[in-house]
């Protein structure tokens, strides 16, 4: 069962439920000794998760990527999402993961085995965070490019990185930052995509292939086009986005955020960002 610092969790692993924070990988596993693990995150709003489809469509690509079979097709992964739901209270605000890894090392020890993958699909009790805005700077790390780490997948290897950036910027009083490529153009923040607002228009990072162009990312990018509000994709500097009108975020996790502050210059959540969580909300709550 689960310890008292972790939510009400229920995970689907070898062909059964199993309530708490099962142990699922051993001192040998592959990808608890050497990274072969990937992962998705989707939100359930009152039963409902939006764009399902594409986050267990896009843990198979991240398996294909990184040399695992992906054996659960996306009609069963959205069944078990389903069947998993029912098991909390009706208005829980729950977080859902599904999963591949590999548990043999392959030829070398270093490349996984593809043939041992393994799968389970994680839900779990996540309040949502209440949109009070929060705090960014620049990092001194840098995004990856695809000839040094597996960007086009989202896969656990990459975190690290990523939670090095956070843990830096939070020791300078900061919630998140901005990180960006290696050639210096701003990616993402350590922990979602970042939208900005300038003089009307919405502009954000164009995907480069040193960072994910994020599920909720898409849709947010699409509502706000449908709703007649220009989006441009494009290449941003770290001025461009201490200039900025206003600054907002999105991912999986937290859905669409204001950015109240950069750097020592505070930041009110502006008329674009408040578009933008309107619109989400009423698709993903519709």
């Excluded at 700077?137 to 086009?152: G, I």
Aim: glycine residues 8%; neutral net charge; hydrophobic residues 40%.
């Amino acid at each position: 069962m689960a310890g008292p610092d972790w939510s009400r969790t229920w995970t689907f692993f070898k062909g059964d439920w199993h309530e708490g924070n099962i142990p699922i990988m051993g001192a040998r596993s592959h990808a608890a000794w050497l990274g072969s693990s990937v992962f998705d995150g989707a939100r359930t709003f009152e039963r409902v998760t939006p764009d399902l489809d594409l986050h267990c469509a896009r843990v198979n690509a991240s398996a294909a990527t990184m040399f695992l079979k992906p054996v659960v097709s996306t009609d069963t992964w959205m069944g078990l999402t389903q069947d998993g739901i029912k098991r909390f209270d009706q208005d829980a605000a729950l977080y859902v993961r599904p999963m591949y890894w590999a548990e043999r090392n392959g030829p070398l020890l270093v490349a996984p085995d593809p043939e041992s993958t393994q799968w389970c699909l994680t839900l779990y009790e996540a309040p949502m965070r209440p949109p009070e805005g929060f705090s960014i700077t620049l990092s001194p790390y840098r995004k990856p490019s695809a000839e040094t780490m597996p960007v086009d997948a989202k896969a656990g290897c990459l975190y690290p990185n990523n939670a090095r950036a956070l843990m830096e910027a939070n020791a300078r009083g900061f919630a998140n930052c901005v990180v960006r490529d290696v050639l210096g153009n701003v990616a993402e923040l350590a922990t979602a995509n970042l939208f900005i607002g300038k003089d009307g228009v919405v502009l954000t990072p164009v995907p480069n292939g040193t960072f994910l162009n994020g599920i909720t990312r898409q849709r947010t990018i699409q509502l706000l086009r449908d709703a007649g509000v220009t989006v441009l994709e494009t290449t941003l500097s770290y001025q461009d986005i201490q200039n900025a009108d206003e600054i907002f975020s999105s991912g999986n996790y937290s859905k669409v955020m204001p950015i109240n502050r950069i750097d020592q210059r505070s930041l009110q959540p502006g008329p674009l960002y408040r578009k933008a969580r309107e619109l989400y909300w009423a698709f993903s709550h519709g």
